[in-house]
């Protein structure tokens, strides 16, 4: 039973465009959440990260959205560039419990297309 | 850079045999991870360590044994490898809140 899921194993757009990964969670006890790039041959990279007290998170071209009561986060990326083609997982977390709740989902491929 | 080596990068290996990999991170972080990296499944946790000495169990911890005797090294012990254990081998340190992982370990058992 995934406690938390990435429904699109992939996600191709155009570069320029808005790229919009989705993440859902069945666990109401999570209460930080995280999103990780992974490219080939290499660990996975944090990205960015939201807390339940909030409902979006900014970085440069990147936003987390956060919907506790449909228990959904979306990771928004604009405009998309070639750089970012790449595995996303998103990842939530009791942020009290420094020990093994980081529970990741299985990821979307990214593709972002010149 | 959270300054988290890996060895070996690959190692292939025969069907029983014991195999151990290494972290070692230069930061004195208290927090280690070990993960694997599936398709379909994501990371999935394997054993953790929250400081020297202290290990416990994660998701997917059978088959596997951790050791951690200095704050710098943590190590994954696959006592008697079976194929359904090849796959990528992600360390992981704590900071904050957010995790930090190492290049990986490519395993094959044959």
């Known amino acids: 039973d995934q406690q938390v899921k990435q429904n699109s194993p992939s996600l191709s757009v155009q570069e320029g465009r808005i790229s919009i990964l989705n993440c859902d969670y069945t666990n109401s006890m999570f209460d930080y959440f995280l999103w990780y790039k992974k490219y080939p041959a290499e660990g996975p990279t944090f990205l960015i990260s939201i807390s339940s007290i909030k409902d979006k998170n900014e970085d440069g071209r990147f936003t987390v959205f956060l919907n506790k009561s449909a228990k959904h986060l979306s990771l928004h990326i604009v405009p998309s560039q070639p750089g970012d083609s790449a595995v996303y997982f998103c990842a939530a977390s009791e942020g009290g419990n420094y020990g093994q709740n980081f529970v990741f989902g299985p990821g979307t491929r990214l593709s972002v297309l010149p | 850079d959270a300054g988290i080596t890996q060895s070996p990068r690959h190692k292939v290996t025969e069907t029983g045999t014991p195999v151990t990999l290494r972290c070692h991170q230069t930061e004195n972080h208290r927090y280690m991870y070990w993960y694997r990296q599936d398709p379909g499944h994501g990371l999935r946790l394997i054993h953790y360590?929250?400081?020297?000495?202290?290990?416990d169990k994660g998701e997917v911890s059978d088959g596997y044994s951790v050791s951690r005797s200095k704050t710098e090294d943590f190590l994954l012990t696959l006592e008697s490898a079976t194929s359904s254990q090849t796959s990528v081998y992600f360390c992981?340190?704590?900071?904050?809140?957010?995790?930090?992982f190492g290049p990986g370990t490519r395993l094959t058992v044959t």
């Open positions: 992981a340190i704590r900071q904050n809140y957010e995790q930090y």
């Open positions: 360590s929250y400081g020297v000495k202290d290990t």
